[in-house]
């Protein structure tokens, strides 16, 4: 079993960042691909972002060249750095992890961004 806490939501003006981490413990031997979703108030889950355990990365077209995935396979961490933020980015951040049996989801970080 996995389990994922998540950081670093808040609350933060128009074109401004933030970071959020999503690290990952427990019975793990071994994470495939890491990601991001993120759920704004009313509408479904939408996927963000995503990377491999090779280090390659895909996004959303909504936050191309605005977002930035990262990971630390030491620490078991997945990052995702919001930059140029947009109110339309608000919305609660969920990780998601695969072990390469089963995949696993964080509680949700908060990202409010005012205009």
């Known amino acids: 079993q996995v389990q994922l806490v998540e950081s670093g939501g808040g609350l933060v003006q128009a074109g401004g960042s933030l970071r959020l981490s999503c690290a990952a413990s427990g019975s793990i031997f071994g994470i495939n691909h890491m990601g991001w979703h993120r759920q704004a108030p009313g509408k479904q889950r939408e996927y963000v972002a995503l990377?491999?355990?090779?280090?390659?990365?895909n996004y959303a077209d909504s936050v191309k060249g605005r977002f930035t995935i990262s990971r630390d396979n030491a620490k078991n961490t997945v990052y995702l750095q919001l930059n140029s933020l947009k109110p339309e980015d608000t919305a609660v951040y969920y990780c998601?992890?695969?072990?390469?049996?089963?995949?696993?989801w964080g509680q949700g970080t908060q990202v409010t961004v005012s205009s």
């Open positions: 998601n992890v695969n072990d390469y049996t089963d995949d696993y």
């Open positions: 990377i491999t355990s090779i280090g390659t990365t």
